[in-house]
C-alpha cells in the first residue's frame, strides 16, 4: 500500500522568511495530494491539494510542487507569519475523495515574530 | 468548506464499554469516511462509506468497529468494547465538489 513520508518533522523560522517541507510518496498510482494544517486541538484544514495531471499550484502565500517522477511533493510557504504556526499534513490518494488519504507525520511549524 | 456536525465533543468511558460516535454530514453526500488521530500522532484512515455500504477499510477497522447509518442521515462510529489504545480523536469526513476531503471537529475519545 501506500506509504507517505514527511520531513522536516519540526521546522522554526523567522517571521517573513519562507518555509518548505516535503513529502515522498511510495505508491506511483497516487495521483491526488492534498496539504492539511492543523492547529492545536483542532481538526486538520484542507489549505491547498494538487493532482498529478499538474505541476505546481499556487494560492496566494502558499504553493505546492509534485515531482510524478521522483514521487515527492512539496509545500512552499512565503512571508511567514505568526498565525501560519501550526502542524501540516501532507497526504496521498490514488481515487481521490474516494479512496482513503494516507497521511505523512506532519510538520510543526514555529513562525517567531 | 462543508460543515460536518460531530457529537460527542468529548467521551470518557472505562475500557471494555461500548461507545458510539456520531456524525450529522452534508445531505446529498454519499461518501463518508471516518479517521482517528491518536494525540501527537498522524491522522490514519479508518473506513469510508458509500451509498449505505462499507467501501474501503483499513487494518484498524477490526471487528470492534463498525459504521452505520441508522436513520438515514446521520452516520455512526461504533466502538463495541473499548480499549486503552484507542483513546484518540476520531474525525468524521465528506468530500467536496471537487473531491477533496473535509474534516468534522471530531469526537475525543477518552478509555480509561
Known amino acids: 500500500g501506500e506509504n507517505v513520508e514527511q520531513h522536516p518533522s519540526t521546522l522554526s523560522v523567522q517571521e517573513g522568511d519562507s518555509a518548505v517541507i516535503k513529502c515522498t510518496y511510495s505508491?506511483?498510482?497516487s495521483n491526488y495530494f492534498p496539504w492539511y494544517k492543523q492547529e492545536l486541538g483542532k481538526?486538520?484544514?484542507?489549505?491547498?491539494?494538487?493532482?498529478?495531471?499538474?505541476?505546481?499550484?499556487?494560492?496566494?502565500?502558499?504553493?505546492?510542487?509534485?515531482?510524478?517522477?521522483?514521487?515527492?511533493?512539496?509545500?512552499?510557504?512565503?512571508?511567514?507569519?505568526?498565525?501560519?504556526?501550526?502542524?501540516?499534513?501532507?497526504?496521498?490518494?490514488?481515487?481521490?475523495?474516494?479512496?482513503?488519504?494516507?497521511?505523512?507525520?506532519?510538520?510543526?511549524?514555529?513562525?517567531?515574530? | 468548506e462543508p460543515e460536518v456536525t460531530q457529537t460527542p465533543s468529548h467521551q470518557v468511558t472505562q475500557m471494555g464499554q461500548e461507545v458510539i460516535l456520531r456524525c450529522v454530514p452534508i445531505s446529498n453526500h454519499l461518501y463518508f469516511y471516518w479517521y482517528r488521530q491518536i494525540l501527537g500522532q498522524k491522522v490514519e484512515f479508518l473506513v469510508s462509506f458509500y451509498n449505505n455500504e462499507i467501501s474501503e477499510k483499513s487494518e484498524i477497522f477490526d471487528d470492534q468497529f463498525s459504521v452505520e447509518r441508522p436513520d438515514g442521515s446521520n452516520f455512526t462510529l461504533k466502538i463495541r468494547s473499548t480499549k486503552l489504545e484507542d483513546s484518540a480523536m476520531y474525525f468524521c469526513a465528506q468530500g467536496g465538489l471537487a473531491g477533496e476531503l473535509f474534516f468534522g471537529e471530531g469526537s475525543r475519545l477518552t478509555v480509561l
Open chain 1, 27 to 29: 505508491d506511483s498510482a
Open chain 1, 43 to 113: 481538526r486538520p484544514q484542507l489549505i491547498i491539494d494538487i493532482r498529478s495531471n499538474v505541476g505546481e499550484k499556487k494560492d496566494q502565500r502558499i504553493a505546492v510542487t509534485l515531482n510524478k517522477t521522483a514521487k515527492h511533493f512539496s509545500l512552499h510557504i512565503t512571508e511567514t507569519q505568526p498565525e501560519d504556526s501550526a502542524v501540516y499534513f501532507c497526504a496521498a490518494s490514488d481515487r481521490g475523495s474516494q479512496g482513503n488519504l494516507i497521511f505523512g507525520k506532519g510538520t510543526k511549524l514555529s513562525v517567531k515574530p
